[in-house]
């Protein structure tokens, strides 16, 4: 399922499917998916753990390292996905809502190459 051809209705649909299989509809509420999407995104941090961002960088070219990542993202994106269907939300429009709302806060002229729109 490439990025290119795979919409996020299907992933959506999928994991909706997913869930109604194991009859988990019950446990997912918006609070409980919310904390289980904080447990799994910490649990994609801890192999960055106290390294520097270039050892960060050494460590995702290393593929013996990228299956436990990757499963990590996949967990927090698969939460996401359910946490959407929990809620009604179209995960497409309040990404792109978002990101019109950044484009407004974080100006080109005054962010770019800076991490803090005050510095100067």
Request: net charge negative; aromatic share 6%.
């Amino acid at each position: 399922m490439p990025d290119k051809t795979t919409t996020v209705a299907q992933l959506r649909d999928a994991m909706a499917r997913f869930v109604a299989e194991r009859d988990w509809e019950q446990f997912h509420s918006p609070k409980n998916l919310a904390m289980a999407l904080a447990v799994e995104a910490a649990e994609l941090m801890e192999p960055f753990l106290w390294i520097d961002n270039e050892a960060s960088r050494s460590l995702a070219r290393e593929t013996a390292n990228l299956r436990p990542i990757a499963d990590e993202i996949a967990d927090v994106a698969g939460l996401i996905f359910a946490l959407c269907n929990a809620l009604g939300l179209e995960l497409s429009d309040i990404v792109a809502d978002k990101m019109a709302r950044n484009v407004l806060k974080y100006p080109v002229d005054k962010c770019k190459g800076r991490y803090r729109v005050d510095a100067d």
